[in-house]
């Protein structure tokens, strides 16, 4: 079945393959958060009793409230008035040109003779026409004009200049336009008390004044705008903040009750899609960084695949684990987020596939830690839970650079697990809580088991992932180069000059794949299994012989089947000890299908005319840098080994023959080593070998 699925994954290109595997990783995060970013919601209605003390969820503004708090500060506002001073002169120039115009009238008449009394009135009426066209309310009667043109000019201007003096008195005054009638009632008295005045101009002084009295202060209504509308700006949003209580348990459920519970977005029928939208764009989020960090990863198709679905299968079960401990937390007074193992997501896929997946694995479980950990009374996130998340996590990508040693992931625990203390420390004072020494331990006790959990979850399901995805992790390499591994222990003592050529081997090989940037780890744990399949028959290999040679005896064509069978044995005895493939591949592809020379020439000595293929290697060819430079150092060791009395030149001659013989012979055809990374391996090689087969003293017997 695995392998039924591993065959349709390879035929789906990588790209679609990437958007599927993200897709459905965006679906279980969505279903596992969804609940956290609802809130609680209340099915009860208007008049109901509450079933619990209800609090507001989240900091809202009420609006409804706030307008009507805006309303009632603009109706405060006393409207604004402004005392016009120029008004008073106005007024009491408009009375004065009345009485000037009758003046002049009179000293006309005088100069007619014998003036008819009704052309003397309409005479006036004319010249006065203007003024009580102006003022609608200003109706003199024919009667009052005949008493001003029958009057001395004397107690006209007298007449005048009383009433003048009454009008820039009154006027000074701020007078309202509802005002009005009051004051002009006000300023008749006053007119009426004024014996200056000649009983036949009494009411037409009276009329003259009342018309004369008009309104001081005037509305200003740009003002009056402007200052409702610094009213209303002062007025500062009503809000309805978190944590605040909305009503007792046990109260009616009121209308204004109910009102803040919609805007809440707490009611059942209510529910708000805002922040399903949020969630739904943070995954696209943490998606898109997934995406971009494995679109533009240089590795080989496969190990991108399975690093992909490694990241984001830890990627899950750290969510799971977090949705868990949250549903438990429920139960619990202390803030059980403490208790999530927050460096495991991120030793893991620093592990099992690179830095830079580590770090977007950290970010994007430090997001999701402040989802699902998000308590009914916090912000947006729970900062507290995500920077835990974040520096945990940090804390042993940073620390754990090197990990040749179990020992290793323990010291990167050892940080992780300080680190969350002193976290926790860090939120305790800075909540200013007022626990007592055992909530403080408790807290303490959270954090290190976080940190231990973080440890042992890493070494427990690193070999579960290893062995699924056939990783070749660096954790898993130390171990097969133990001596104490049984095939290595095999080779050992079945064939001691096998596991020494190996060692040799493997020597030089992880010094020219550390020189051109290749695995060099991966190069020497290759190089003590690639002669495994020498301990089937050890004795038919020159180094493994004490005394007479086997194939002394035999046709050289068995001979030949027999050393090139070593490469197949090999592969089928780590298959069965169920060995990564890359060390079996490197097994397989030590020799490529290179030519077994010495049996071919003897063969031809022996007068047989046989096909070359019996005596290649089936290959296949090195696929990889590693198994191309093991392939070299195998064929140097073994060839320099047979050298009498070597010299750094015959050396370096032997080498760049057996290299060059490789090229021309196209055995590295099928890897992408170049031209320059040879010759950098052939100088590694004849120094490391020059180191070790120098020329030494002859001591004296």
């Known amino acids: 079945?695995?392998?039924?699925?591993?065959?349709?994954?390879?035929?789906?290109?990588?790209?679609?393959?990437?958007?599927?595997?993200?897709?459905?990783?965006?679906?279980?995060?969505?279903?596992?958060?969804?609940?956290?970013?609802?809130?609680?919601?209340?099915?009860?209605?208007?008049?109901?009793?509450?079933?619990?003390?209800?609090?507001?969820?989240?900091?809202?503004?009420?609006?409804?409230?706030?307008?009507?708090?805006?309303?009632?500060a603009e109706q405060l506002i006393e409207p604004v008035?402004?005392?016009?001073?120029?008004?008073?002169?106005?007024?009491?120039?408009?009375?004065?040109?009345?009485?000037?115009?009758?003046?002049?009238?009179?000293?006309?008449?005088?100069?007619?003779?014998?003036?008819?009394?009704?052309?003397?009135?309409?005479?006036?009426?004319?010249?006065?026409?203007?003024?009580?066209?102006?003022?609608?309310?200003?109706?003199?009667?024919?009667?009052?004009?005949?008493?001003?043109?029958?009057?001395?000019?004397?107690?006209?201007?007298?007449?005048?200049?009383?009433?003048?003096?009454?009008?820039?008195?009154?006027?000074?005054?701020?007078?309202?336009?509802?005002?009005?009638?009051?004051?002009?009632?006000?300023?008749?008295?006053?007119?009426?008390?004024?014996?200056?005045?000649?009983?036949?101009?009494?009411?037409?002084?009276?009329?003259?004044?009342?018309?004369?009295?008009?309104?001081?202060?005037?509305?200003?209504?740009?003002?009056t705008a402007v200052a409702k509308q610094q009213a209303r700006e002062a007025?500062?949003?009503?809000?309805?903040?978190?944590?605040?209580?909305?009503?007792?348990?046990?109260?009616?459920?009121?209308?204004?009750?109910?009102?803040q519970l919609e805007l809440l977005a707490m009611l059942d029928n209510k529910t708000s899609v805002k922040p399903i939208v949020g969630l739904v764009i943070l995954i696209f989020l943490?998606?898109?960084?997934?995406?971009?960090?494995?679109?533009?990863?240089?590795?080989?198709?496969?190990?991108?695949?399975?690093?992909?679905?490694?990241?984001?299968?830890?990627?899950?079960?750290?969510?799971?684990?977090?949705?868990?401990?949250?549903?438990?937390?429920?139960?619990?007074?202390?803030?059980l987020a403490f208790v999530y193992p927050s460096a495991m997501a991120t030793m893991l896929v620093r592990l099992l596939a690179d830095d830079r997946a580590a770090s977007v694995v950290t970010l994007i479980t430090a997001a999701s830690a402040g989802i699902i950990f998000h308590e009914g009374y916090a912000a947006v996130l729970q900062m507290d839970a995500a920077l835990y998340v974040l520096f945990g996590g940090f804390a042993s990508l940073f620390f754990m650079r090197s990990v040749e040693k179990r020992s290793h992931i323990l010291q990167s625990v050892a940080v992780v697990t300080v680190m969350n203390v002193l976290f926790i420390a860090f939120y305790l004072l800075?909540?200013?809580?007022?626990?007592?020494?055992?909530?403080?331990?408790?807290?303490?006790?959270?954090?290190?088991?976080?940190?231990?959990l973080s440890g042992a979850l890493t070494m427990g399901l690193l070999p579960y992932f290893e062995s699924a995805f056939g990783f070749l992790s660096t954790m898993r390499l130390i171990e097969l180069s133990n001596p104490n591994h049984p095939l290595l222990r095999k080779v050992l003592t079945e064939t001691p000059g096998t596991y020494h050529h190996s060692i040799m081997v493997a020597n030089l090989a992880e010094a020219a794949s550390e020189a051109i940037g290749a695995d060099g780890l991966l190069a020497r744990v290759g190089c003590y299994y690639h002669d495994v399949g020498k301990t089937r028959r050890p004795l038919f290999f020159i180094e493994n012989q004490m005394g007479t040679n086997p194939h002394d005896s035999l046709p050289p064509e068995n001979s030949a089947k027999i050393i090139i069978a070593h490469t197949t044995d090999g592969a089928e005895l780590l298959r069965k000890h169920k060995m990564p493939q890359e060390i079996i591949d490197i097994c397989l592809q030590h020799h490529g299908t290179s030519l077994l020379k010495f049996f071919l020439f003897k063969a031809k000595e022996e007068g047989q005319e046989l096909d070359e293929s019996v005596f290649r290697y089936p290959g296949p060819k090195p696929q990889t840098k590693e198994a191309a430079i093991i392939s070299v150092a195998d064929s140097v060791e073994a060839a320099v080994r047979s050298m009498q009395h070597p010299s750094a030149e015959k050396i370096q001659k032997l080498?760049?023959?057996?290299?060059?013989?490789?090229?021309?012979?196209?055995?590295?055809?099928?890897?992408?080593?170049?031209?320059?990374?040879?010759?950098?391996?052939?100088?590694?090689?004849?120094?490391?070998?020059?180191?070790?087969?120098?020329?030494?003293?002859?001591?004296?017997?």
């Open 235 to 259: 007025v500062e949003p009503t809000r309805i903040l978190q944590g605040q209580i909305i009503v007792q348990e046990g109260e009616v459920i009121t209308r204004e009750v109910y009102r």
């Open 1 to 72: 079945m695995v392998k039924q699925i591993k065959k349709i994954i390879k035929m789906i290109s990588f790209r679609p393959f990437l958007i599927i595997v993200l897709l459905l990783t965006a679906i279980l995060q969505f279903t596992m958060m969804l609940d956290n970013v609802r809130g609680i919601t209340y099915d009860i209605q208007l008049t109901e009793l509450a079933p619990e003390t209800i609090r507001s969820a989240k900091t809202v503004e009420d609006t409804e409230k706030t307008e009507l708090d805006k309303e009632t």
């Open 655 to 701: 080498v760049q023959s057996i290299i060059q013989d490789r090229v021309q012979d196209g055995q590295f055809d099928e890897c992408d080593i170049s031209l320059k990374e040879l010759k950098i391996i052939e100088d590694v090689l004849c120094e490391t070998l020059n180191g070790t087969f120098h020329s030494r003293i002859e001591y004296p017997k």
């Open 81 to 223: 008035y402004v005392l016009n001073e120029e008004i008073a002169e106005h007024r009491s120039t408009f009375v004065m040109t009345i009485f000037d115009i009758v003046l002049e009238v009179k000293k006309e008449i005088e100069k007619e003779d014998e003036l008819p009394p009704a052309e003397q009135v309409a005479l006036l009426r004319k010249s006065l026409k203007d003024i009580i066209d102006n003022h609608s309310s200003f109706s003199i009667s024919d009667g009052q004009l005949m008493n001003l043109l029958n009057a001395s000019s004397a107690n006209i201007i007298t007449t005048r200049d009383t009433l003048v003096t009454l009008v820039e008195e009154s006027l000074v005054r701020p007078i309202r336009k509802e005002q009005l009638v009051s004051f002009r009632n006000e300023f008749e008295s006053k007119i009426r008390q004024q014996y200056s005045i000649p009983e036949p101009l009494m009411s037409l002084a009276v009329l003259i004044g009342r018309v004369a009295i008009v309104e001081t202060e005037i509305l200003d209504e740009e003002k």
């Open 286 to 335: 943490q998606m898109s960084f997934l995406y971009i960090i494995f679109e533009r990863s240089k590795q080989d198709l496969s190990k991108k695949r399975n690093a992909l679905l490694v990241t984001v299968i830890v990627y899950s079960i750290a969510i799971v684990m977090m949705k868990l401990i949250s549903l438990i937390a429920i139960n619990f007074e202390l803030v």
């Open 430 to 452: 800075m909540a200013q809580s007022g626990y007592g020494l055992r909530e403080v331990s408790l807290y303490i006790a959270a954090g290190i088991i976080s940190g231990l």
